[in-house]
Nanobody, 122 residues
């Protein structure tokens, strides 16, 4: 599966943004999906994940209650709705696909999008 993330931009603290991940390939609905982010000078970290059906979602503690991951298998899209954004959310955000159940480790994700920049101004 090939992935392309979009929707990043510059938002003020407390603002909202929705990221999209467009997938290609006929097997998209069989993959779990995840969002990761990488801030300048830091390692890439897990943000949110969703299983193949959308019935299970899970989040990093740092975004729980503020971010929501969802998917539309018919449209081959995965979304990351981000609310109450903070300057520490500034990073390049990546979507990724996995065959593993409720995966959070980068090594479990075999396909990656190119990343989209999110900048939260203070």
């Amino acid at each position: 599966v090939q992935l392309q993330a979009s929707g990043g931009g510059l938002v003020p603290t407390g603002g909202s943004l929705r990221l999209s991940c467009t997938a290609s390939g006929r097997t998209f609905s069989s993959y779990g999906m995840g969002w990761f982010r990488q801030a300048p000078g830091k390692e890439r970290e897990f943000v949110a994940g969703i299983n193949w059906s959308g019935g299970s979602t899970y989040y990093a503690d740092s975004v729980k209650g503020r971010f929501t991951i969802s998917r539309d298998n018919a449209k081959k899209l995965v979304y990351l709705h981000m609310n109450s954004l903070k300057p520490e959310d500034t990073a390049v955000y990546y979507c990724a696909a996995t065959r593993s159940y409720l995966a959070t480790a980068q090594a479990d994700f075999g396909s990656w999008g190119q990343g989209t920049q999110v900048t939260v101004s203070s």
